[in-house]
């Protein structure tokens, strides 16, 4: 799969996406070496706090789902002009899996930026620190 096939793939979500108090929908598609995709969108909630990124929906189906390594990258994406970069809670979960991801951040157009997961997360706290 290209990048920009997993681009478009995060992008589909959108329609998924659960956002009546920013109506700013975000979608994100993970990929495996398999070649698995897994997809998210953001879900909002009346008590803001409760609301879940995008991300971590498509991380949280992974994990549930038994896979939890051999992730390759994963694209973000949202809507507008503004590349969407994953937020502090996201980056932070997927260190947990795959602290060398390649992250795609795209914008509505389907235009993106890639860079690593440890660009945009350097020195995090991981498994490894426990150790
Ligand atoms: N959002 C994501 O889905 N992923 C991010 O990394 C940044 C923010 C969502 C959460 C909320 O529904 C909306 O964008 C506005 O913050």
């Known amino acids: 799969m290209t990048d920009q096939e997993l ?6 979500m959108h329609q998924f996406s659960y956002v009546p ?7 994100a598609a993970l990929l495996t070496q398999e070649g ?3 997809t998210g969108c953001n879900v909002e909630n009346a008590a803001y706090g409760s609301t879940i990124c ?10 549930s789902e038994g896979c939890r390594e051999g992730w ?8 507008g002009e503004d590349f969407c970069w994953p937020c502090g809670a996201c980056r ?3 260190y947990e899996f795959a602290p ?13 930026i890639a860079l690593r997961l440890s ?13």
């Open 7 to 12: 681009v478009k793939k995060a992008l589909a």
């Open 21 to 27: 108090y920013s109506g700013f929908p975000v979608g």
């Open 36 to 38: 698995r995709v897994f």
């Open 54 to 63: 995008a991300e971590r929906t498509a991380i949280v189906k992974a994990v």
């Open 72 to 79: 390759e990258a994963i694209a973000i994406a949202g809507k």
């Open 92 to 94: 932070q979960m997927l």
């Open 100 to 112: 060398d991801l390649r992250v795609l951040a795209a914008r509505g157009d389907g235009q993106y």
């Open 119 to 131: 660009e945009l997360l350097p020195h995090g706290f991981g498994p490894k620190s426990l150790e």
